[in-house]
């Protein structure tokens, strides 16, 4: 079995595009390029796949609904896959302990895990905020990859 270390690498190389699989309300799936990244989860400290996601899309309905979802990152023909459970932190999705300031460093952290970097924080910060960005955090539930990726 894989381990996140071996996404985390996969992804980086990248630039943290992934794919993201949610599961629709009737059972078919929904598949997404987004970006990426590994970080420790703000409350656990455990390693977990971490990533933006605007307001109001399907994905995030999706993950309410079924907060099962598989990620997939890939470097040519070298790939890892990451199960796992998907919990959102945003501003239609409170959670416990996570203000405004909680969640504004949480999706700049989540942008440098994948990879990003920002000229402007204070205009990232205002976009963010204005497209209800929501932080999801996918921890592993099942990790895996093709023979030549670990």
Not at 60 to 89: C, F, M, S, Y
Not at 98 to 123: C, K, M, N, P, Y
Request: proline share 5%.
């Amino acid at each position: 079995m894989t381990d996140i270390a071996t996404f985390s690498e996969l992804a980086a190389r990248d630039h943290g595009l992934c794919v993201l699989s949610t599961v629709r309300r009737d059972g078919s799936v929904q598949s997404s390029v987004i970006n990426a990244g590994v970080m420790p989860h703000p409350r656990t400290g455990e390693s977990v796949v971490a990533l933006v996601a605007a307001g109001g899309t399907r994905k995030l309905d999706h993950l309410r609904a079924n907060p099962r979802t598989t990620i997939v990152a890939r470097a040519g023909w070298q790939w890892a896959t990451v199960e796992g459970t998907a919990e959102i932190i945003g501003p239609d999705d409170p959670a416990t302990g996570v203000d405004s300031e909680s969640l504004r460093l949480l999706l700049r952290g989540i942008f440098q895990a994948a990879g990003g970097t920002h000229d402007d924080w204070d205009t990232y910060d205002r976009v963010m905020a204005a497209e209800r960005r929501a932080a999801v955090f996918i921890s592993p539930v099942r990790v895996y990859s093709n023979p030549s990726a670990g």
